[in-house]
């Protein structure tokens, strides 16, 4: 099935710890991109990625870092997690031109 | 800065009751406009996309429409059924284009 996969589902982490979360696309699409959202503030752009081996900040990119060796994945790592990071994270892709914006189910992490 | 806000943030309304969902932008230079429904717990889908060139969009019982000069688009749901209680999310490009930029979202309740 077409689409985006996101990994873990759901993630407990201590704080301090280092994390990846994975995001591949199967579309081809040449952008992608990771929001968190967390309830009151809505979806905010983290980073994304126009086309492999290009990446770009989005409105909160502190504490984040992203790479794209290739069209198909984009993780998402945080080097030293912080319990304000403990949000919903969503991987999506579109087209280079904005279409077909599709999302993945999400990781829900808590940092504790 | 691109910023969409979305008013109203909870809605209910009967079964079978026609009602409309606003949102609006700052940024008036926009290529397209996108709206997208949320499941409780779930990832993203889109529902409709409507061009800068075009005024509105229909898919079923849904249409959106655009009015850039405004910065205003609303999505009109016919007839509404249980099965579209939901968040409706609106989104806008940010002003470099990278990106979609997201309201905070209207969340839908129809009862039966």
């Known amino acids: 099935i077409a689409g985006i996969t996101q990994a873990p589902t759901s993630q407990i982490l201590a704080a301090g710890r280092r994390m990846t979360l994975r995001c591949t696309q199967d579309m081809r699409h040449n952008a992608m991109y990771w929001y968190r959202q967390d309830l009151g503030l809505g979806l905010r752009l983290i980073h994304y990625s126009n086309t492999a081996g290009t990446t770009g900040k989005g409105e909160v990119p502190d504490g984040y870092s992203v790479s794209r060796a290739n069209t198909d994945d984009f993780p998402l790592t945080l080097a030293s997690a912080v319990p304000s990071q403990t949000s919903v994270y969503f991987c999506a892709s579109s087209d280079r031109d904005g279409y077909g914006y599709t999302f993945g189910s999400g990781t829900r992490l808590t940092v504790v | ?112």
Do not use: H, M
């Open chain 2, 1 to 112: 800065k691109q910023e969409v806000t979305q008013i109203p943030a909870a809605l209910s309304v009967p079964e079978g009751e026609n009602l409309v969902l606003n949102c609006s932008f700052t940024d008036s230079a926009i290529y397209n406009l996108q709206w997208f429904r949320q499941d409780p717990g779930k990832g993203l889908t889109s529902l409709l996309l409507i061009q800068s060139s075009q005024r509105e969009q229909t898919s079923g019982r849904l249409n959106a429409s655009l009015d850039k000069s405004s910065g205003r688009s609303t999505l009109y749901i016919a007839a509404s059924q249980p099965g579209d209680s939901a968040t409706y999310l609106c989104a806008a490009p940010n002003q470099a284009g990278t990106a979609l930029i997201f309201g905070k979202g209207t969340t839908l309740s129809v009862s039966s």
